[in-house]
């Protein structure tokens, strides 16, 4: 069984007004905030929100216990391997999501440095502009001293 499907006999569905049971769960999705009803057989189980795709885990009202649910011991074993796949598969989409963290902080830290090093040579490059500035003042006053000096030349 999918760990995203719920059982066959318990399915998470859209209300509607005249199917709903008295022991039936009423819950909203936390993601969409989409009105889903569970058959009480269902409380705690990760379902699919028919409306946004996110699974969602059926609250379990208060007061409920597991020996209230009279699952199968067969039932209740299908649904922890589907609770092992699921917590299986979410261990390898946080390990997925950290290396990618860690990627992007690299990144980070390397755009840091160039963006450092970019700054020392802008810096180095208008030092070096205003003493080609200064040089080329300084010439330019020599040369004129030296017309000033040698009318002739």
């Known amino acids: 069984m999918d760990p995203h499907e719920t059982p066959a006999n318990v399915p998470a569905t859209t209300p509607d007004e005249d199917d709903i049971r008295s022991t039936d769960i009423v819950f909203d999705c936390p993601v969409c905030g989409h009105t889903l009803v569970i058959d009480y057989k ?44 699921m917590l299986l598969k979410a261990e390898a989409k946080i390990a997925d999501q950290e290396a990618r963290i860690r990627q992007l902080t690299d990144l980070t830290r390397d755009r840091e440095a160039d963006d450092t090093q970019t700054a020392e040579l802008l810096d180095s490059l208008q030092n070096l502009q205003a003493s080609q500035t200064d040089l080329l003042a300084t010439l330019a006053d020599t040369l004129r001293a030296k017309t000033r000096a040698q009318p002739g030349l």
């Open 42 to 85: 269902g409380a705690g189980l990760h379902v699919p929100c028919p409306d946004c795709g996110n699974t969602v885990q059926a609250p379990i009202p208060d007061g409920m216990r597991i020996s209230d649910l009279d699952l199968e011991p067969g039932e209740l074993l299908r649904q922890l391997f589907a609770t092992r796949r």
